[in-house]
């Protein structure tokens, strides 16, 4: 059995190892940036809208939502969900934007799985290579003739050679663990910024009175 498996790995080779952790180099440089020009596509001035979203809140929901328009991020998006719903109540619109914010993490965290699942195993994938590369060197060495130092440096050769699939999968995994280790800051960070307009809307509709319900016309 153990012969047999030696054979089938022997035949297969280490080389389609490495096409494989070529494509999904070039997958993983594709997503880091598509999400790079995501993020920057969707970038909010929390900063500069925080005192303009407050002021546009007491001359009303129009103004406040015009403020917000502009902007696609999901700052921008949850706080303009809750003034839509403004006239239900804070209760209300806090679950609309507890809601949204939800929705939105998914656009966020598009694509880091696989980033994360790539950072992951990439190694493991090297290192199947490397042994598959020394299953197929010692092959190789049984078949050839030769003693000292020519055997010697066969088979150093043929390690070398080996090695060099782990050292492309941690050279694939590295970058990926970056990347996303900064998507998943950036999310942390929009998440925040989010929660922070969102307490404004919501402490304004606490502070302001509710609107008098309209009575029926007596007749």
Do not use: C
């Amino acid at each position: 059995m153990t012969e047999r498996l030696a054979l089938l790995f022997d035949q297969l080779g280490a080389e389609w190892v490495l096409w494989l952790l070529l494509g999904l180099a070039i997958a993983s440089v594709a997503i880091t940036v598509e999400r790079l020009l995501f993020l920057w596509q969707n970038r909010v001035p929390v900063a500069e809208l925080q005192p303009k979203l407050l002021a546009a809140l007491e001359r009303g929901a129009s103004d406040a939502a015009a403020i917000l328009a502009p902007y696609r991020g999901m700052e921008a998006v949850v706080v303009a969900a809750g003034v839509r719903e403004m006239h239900r109540g804070a209760e209300a619109v806090g679950e609309v934007m507890a809601a949204m914010t939800a929705t939105q993490k998914q656009r966020y965290e598009k694509f880091l799985m696989f980033l994360s699942s790539l950072g992951a195993n990439a190694p493991f994938i090297g290192l199947l290579g490397t042994v598959i590369g020394i299953l197929g060197a010692f092959a190789n060495l049984k078949q050839q003739v030769g003693v000292g130092g020519s055997r010697q440096a066969l088979i150093m050769g043929s390690i070398s050679e080996a090695l060099v699939a782990t050292a492309v999968g941690l050279a694939v995994a590295i970058p990926a663990v970056v990347a996303y280790n900064g998507f998943r800051t950036q999310v942390k960070k929009a998440t925040s910024n989010t929660e922070a307009l969102a307490a404004i809307l919501l402490a304004h509709l606490k502070t302001t009175p509710a609107p008098p319900t309209p009575t029926s016309a007596k007749v």
